[in-house]
């Protein structure tokens, strides 16, 4: 598996070089002023192609390598429509070590009101029971500063977990609820 992860730390260094080699081609065929030219250049469009589709493959297989399903933890952020509270931040621990610190800008915030989720976080956990924790720091109601947390406790299995963090407004209370659930 050593042998692996040395494969994927030199793949960024010979995809440039296959890049700037095919730069280096592209412009002795520019110069080249022959027929055969537009076969040169046919062919090295499609080996960058080739060398693009290589690169997300290897990108799919080390996320693979780095997190393995049957240790594998995500955790997105889903949000209602932010009447009653204005996400500033968010402090994620799991079984009570802080694993994330995320601090938002005014246009994630809005693509979240808008129905976007985020990959909150992506972690190794090992199987049993854990406790997983969020603090959301914001504006709530009367623009008063607001924090609060919610806890959930799950069981890892060998299966991928995935959890589930979400701030809904609630008009009944006229207060934002907020919820960790297991997908």
Known sequence: MNCKFKTLAIL???ILMLLSVGAHSQSVVESDANSGEQTVTQQLQALRKEVIALNRDLFV????????????LVVYLSMDVGTYFNLDSVELQIDGNTVTHYLYTEKQIQALYKGGVQKLHLDNLSQGEHELTAFFIGKGPENRDYKRATSLTFNKTAEPA??????????VKQQPVFKAVEL
Do not use: A, H, K
Not at 63 to 71: G, I, R
Not at 164 to 170: H, P, V
């Open 61 to 72: 297989l080390e996320e693979d390598l780095l997190f393995p399903s049957s240790t594998q």
């Open 162 to 171: 995935t959890l589930e963090l979400s701030i809904i407004d609630s008009s």
């Open 12 to 14: 960024p260094y010979l």
